[in-house]
């Protein structure tokens, strides 16, 4: 009886292992914005063409001003994406503005 447990202890400490591993590897490198774009009565518009290109911190000294998205160098890219048929575009972002001033909203344009 005791080296049936060990059996399922073992198996399903691999299984919690192999999760967590999973979880690590294929969560978002970066936070992910989402963005609806909708028309003036409410109706979702497919294809908008959203352009980031800045950002804000969080409340704190630094609150005041606006920040380029700088390309590559503290987070990802600024791509263009374009939203789908239910007006929905996933945007990655910086977590952080500049050396850990946390990143509390982003700005683009939309077409």
């Known amino acids: 009886m005791n080296a049936m447990r060990m059996r399922v202890g073992g198996a399903a400490l691999a299984a919690a292992l192999i999760l967590i ?11 992910i914005a989402v963005i609806r774009v909708v028309d ?41 994406v374009r939203t789908d048929g239910n007006g929905i575009a996933l945007v990655p972002y910086p977590k952080y503005v500049f050396e850990r001033i946390e990143t509390g909203q982003i700005s683009f344009a939309v077409s």
């Open 21 to 31: 591993g999973w979880a690590v590897f294929t969560a978002p490198q970066h936070p």
């Open 40 to 80: 003036g009565a409410g109706k979702p518009v497919a294809g908008a063409l959203i352009v980031p290109d800045g950002m804000r911190t969080k409340p704190g000294p630094y609150e005041g001003g606006h920040y380029g998205w700088l390309r590559g160098t503290n987070g990802p890219p600024a791509i263009r």
